[in-house]
Structure formats: structure tokens, C-alpha cells
């Protein structure tokens, strides 16, 4: 080997290894923003963030080794809520039953990513719709984030009302939420990150959260035992399991297929999809064995792949310093509510976005468009949401004879979810 071609390498390899820093800075707020999420579902926050931070490195070690790509798994933001806000505390599963129902997911994920039904389920859903889903799901996270900040809080005569805007916490969301918005229209590579660290520092000089509170002995690294393999499977004959593992599948099915097919075609990696999109259903059973929300590949990824991240160098990086975050739980407790609230917000007008993508179709897409958007927030159920935007698609197309309009699947899709409304009201 010439002085050249090992200069070369050494390049790429420093290249890589920035590559996958850049990504795992744009994405560790997850770390804190799911464990605040999952909080709601029942698990304590020390659990929820080891266990989040053992399945983004499991699974993100386990996509470079196998598929040699530069690409992060993490729990989804909108997938953590359809988790907590609609099958724990809306079904009314336990969280233990919903990890069963992500570790079932993920078998079925799996199987299907295996097989030649990927591309058939592709083509089954209107784009609109999968758009429609996202829209709505992103304005569910918005919701949430203005809740958790108090700039959104209960009226009795109107539901919901304007909070108090000269409390410190409000304000506090506000200017982090300022921050956040600046460094991302300048395109700073961390910019989440980095606002939360400013937005924690004003949180310490406004005294709503202090250094006093940092305590390295408080941090219990037992309380991962409490998720680790505490999936239960006891409810798994119920209708509320079933249409949980059905949810979960199709969420997380349509979210990894449309981000992989993205980001692979940038790497000019298309022939590597089937391998990769099959350690994406993979990683949700090890999400479901490890005690977190289901995964995706995360958007993040585009960060990374845009400072030169091609492979698995770039993946090892990342998932080495998730390992190496478990070393600052303590520190992220600091972090207040009222910044990652901030967080939430952006994170749902980011997913708002989608409703950009969507095509002028006919006034039935239009409807069951709306229907979805409306719906998911409203209900704070994202189930409740798709079900019924696809279930008056299909109606409506029938009845206008268009029923060749319809996939076979999205007639499955839709009897299914008809089948669970039909059961929900009968119980």
C-alpha cells in the first residue's frame, strides 16, 4: 500500500468518524425527549433513557456491521406518542403489554421487509395519505409540546386556552424555542442540541432548575432492570393488543420505508434497501425487549450522510457515543421541562411540513385528508386518526363507484380498522 492510498484512507476515515459525531449531536435530544414522552406512559425517566440509549447503540452498531451504512435507529418522535397517548393511556394497555406489542411488531416488520410484500404495500396507501399521517401526527407533538411548556392549558368554556405568558417557564420555552428556530434556519449542524444546552443554562439563571440538583449517586442504573425483558404478553388475545400491534406496524412499515428509500438513494445504496429495511423491524423487537418505544432511522441521518458519512465507520461512532451518553444521564435530568417542550414543538412543525407534499387529488382524498389531520390531535389517538381517515376513503370511493381505486390491502386496512371500532364501542 502507497503513502497515498493510506493517506486516502485515513481521510475517509476521519471523515466517517465526523460524520457519525454530527449525527449522534443532531440526534441526542431524543435521549431526553422520549424518556420525557415514555414518563406519561408509566416508566420512570432513568429506565426510559437507558433504555433508549441501549437501543439507538444496539441497533445503530447492528445497521453498520450488517448493511454498511452510516445510518442512526432511534425511537420515533410520533411513534413515542401514539405509544404512550394512545395505546397506554387511550386503549388502555399497560406498558408492559404495549413493549409486547412493539417486540410483535417488529416480527412482522421483519417478515414483511424479507419478502416480496415491501413493494406491494408500497403501492397500497395513497401518498396523500402517508403525508396526511405525518401532517397529523406532527400536529399531535405540537400539541403536546404546548402543553407541557403551559403555553396551551384547559378552559373550561373552551377546552383549551392561551397559558400564562409572563411565567418563567413559558418564557423559557419561548426564547429556547427562538433559539432553535434561529440556528436552524442557519443551518447548524447540532442546532437542537445546542439550544438545549443554552436553554438549560437560562433555565439555571432564571432558578427554575439548579446545579444543586446534580447528583451522580441520585442516578439509578437498576431501574433499567424494571423494562429489560418486562414485556408481557398476557393481553395479547385482546382486541386493544391486536389493534395495537396492527397500528404499530403499519406506522412504523410506511415511516422506515419512505426514510430509507430517501436517504439510500443519496449514498447511491438502493440495491442495500431490503437488507437495511429489515434491521429497521429488527431493531423494534429490540426496542421491545430493551423497554422503549418503536424505532426508526432517523431523519438525523441526512446530517450526518451531508458531511460525508457513507458507512459503517460512521454508524460505529455514533452508536459508541450513545454508549457513552449513559455517563451523563445526570446531567440531562437538569434539563427542564420547559426546553424540551421547545423541542416538541419544532419536532411537530417539522412533521407539519409534510402537508406541503401532498398532491392535488380528488375531493374524496381531500376529505379523508382532512379527517386524519383533524382527528389524531383532537382524540389525542393516532389509531383513531388513520382509522378513520381510510375507512371513509374507502367508502367514499365505493360509493361514488371507484372501488378499483382501492388496493386489496387498504380493504383489509380498512375492515380491520372498522372491526376494531365495532368492538371498541361493543365493550
Not at 10 to 17: D, F, G, H, P, Y
Not at 26 to 54: E, K, R
Not at 208 to 223: G, H, K, V, Y
Not at 286 to 301: K, L, Q
Request: proline content about 2%; charged content about 10%.
Amino acid at each position: 500500500m502507497n503513502q497515498q492510498t493510506l493517506t486516502l484512507q485515513q481521510n475517509n476515515i476521519k471523515t466517517e468518524v465526523l460524520a457519525g459525531m454530527t449525527t449522534f449531536i443532531s440526534s441526542a435530544y431524543i435521549i431526553m425527549t422520549n424518556a420525557l414522552i415514555l414518563s406519561d406512559a408509566g416508566i420512570s425517566s432513568d429506565a426510559a433513557m437507558i433504555a433508549t440509549i441501549f437501543t439507538c447503540a444496539v441497533s445503530t452498531f447492528l445497521m453498520g456491521l450488517v448493511s454498511n451504512t452510516p445510518f442512526i435507529v432511534v425511537p420515533g418522535m410520533g411513534i413515542n406518542s401514539l405509544f404512550t397517548y394512545t395505546i397506554v393511556n387511550s386503549m388502555g394497555l399497560s406498558w408492559q403489554s404495549a413493549l409486547a406489542a412493539v417486540f410483535v411488531s417488529g416480527i412482522i416488520f421483519t417478515i414483511i421487509a424479507s419478502t416480496k410484500i415491501t413493494p406491494i404495500l408500497m403501492k397500497s396507501i395513497p401518498n396523500n395519505l402517508k403525508h396526511a399521517i405525518t401532517a397529523g401526527v406532527g400536529f399531535l407533538i405540537l400539541f403536546i409540546g404546548l402543553q407541557k411548556s403551559g403555553l396551551v392549558i384547559s378552559n373550561e368554556n373552551t377546552l383549551v386556552g392561551l397559558g400564562n405568558l409572563g411565567s418563567k417557564e413559558v418564557i423559557l420555552t419561548l426564547i429556547t424555542l427562538l433559539i432553535i428556530f434561529i440556528l436552524d434556519l442557519r443551518k447548524v449542524s447540532g442546532g437542537i442540541l445546542i439550544s438545549i444546552l443554552i436553554g438549560t443554562a437560562l433555565a439555571i439563571i432564571m432558578n427554575i432548575t439548579s446545579l444543586d440538583n446534580l447528583d451522580f449517586t441520585a442516578f439509578n442504573i437498576n431501574e433499567f432492570k424494571n423494562v429489560f425483558l418486562n414485556l408481557s404478553f398476557r393481553d395479547i388475545f385482546t382486541v386493544p393488543f391486536f389493534m395495537a400491534v396492527l397500528s404499530i406496524t403499519v406506522v412504523i412499515v410506511f415511516e422506515n420505508m419512505g426514510i430509507l428509500y430517501g436517504m439510500l438513494g443519496t449514498l447511491n445504496k438502493e440495491e442495500s434497501f431490503q437488507r437495511t429495511f429489515a434491521l429497521a423491524g429488527i431493531s423494534n423487537m429490540i426496542a421491545g425487549v430493551f423497554g422503549t418505544s418503536p424505532t426508526i432511522v432517523a431523519a438525523e441521518n441526512f446530517s450526518g450522510i451531508s458531511s460525508g458519512g457513507k458507512g459503517k465507520v460512521s454508524a460505529l461512532t455514533s452508536g459508541i457515543l450513545f454508549l457513552l451518553s449513559l455517563f451523563l444521564i445526570p446531567v440531562l435530568k437538569l434539563i427542564p421541562n420547559s426546553v424540551i417542550s421547545s423541542v416538541l414543538i419544532f419536532i411537530g412543525i417539522l412533521m407539519i411540513q409534510t402537508f406541503f407534499d401532498l398532491e392535488k387529488g380528488d375531493i374524496i382524498e381531500t376529505i379523508s385528508i382532512a379527517i386524519i389531520i383533524t382527528v389524531i390531535p383532537l382524540t389525542y389517538n393516532i389509531v383513531n386518526g388513520i382509522a378513520s381517515g381510510f375507512i371513509i376513503y374507502t367508502i367514499l370511493n365505493i360509493a361514488s363507484n371507484q372501488y378499483k381505486k382501492v388496493s386489496p390491502a387498504m380493504y383489509i386496512l380498512t375492515g380491520l380498522f372498522l372491526l376494531n371500532f365495532i368492538l371498541s364501542t361493543s365493550m
